[in-house]
């Protein structure tokens, strides 16, 4: 599948809490987002 960059602005707090989740879950905070907002696509989706 081909990539594409999505550029977005979020609120400073935000940024740090999805950095600290990424970093939990021990991936990057692109593919955090990534997995959020296709996990929220499929759930509208359906």
Same mark, same amino acid.
Do not use: H, I, P
């Given at each position: 599948?081909? *990539? /594409?960059?999505? =550029? !977005? *602005?979020? &609120? #400073? &707090?935000? %940024? %740090? @809490?999805? @950095? $600290?989740? #990424? $970093?939990? /879950? =021990?991936?990057?905070?692109? =593919?955090? !987002? /990534?997995? !959020?907002?296709?996990?929220? #696509? +499929? *759930? +509208?989706?359906?």
């Amino acid at each position: 599948m081909a *990539r /594409e960059y999505l =550029n !977005v *602005r979020v &609120d #400073a &707090d935000l %940024k %740090k @809490q999805l @950095q $600290k989740l #990424a $970093k939990r /879950e =021990n991936r990057t905070l692109s =593919n955090l !987002v /990534e997995t !959020v907002l296709g996990n929220y #696509a +499929k *759930r +509208k989706s359906s």
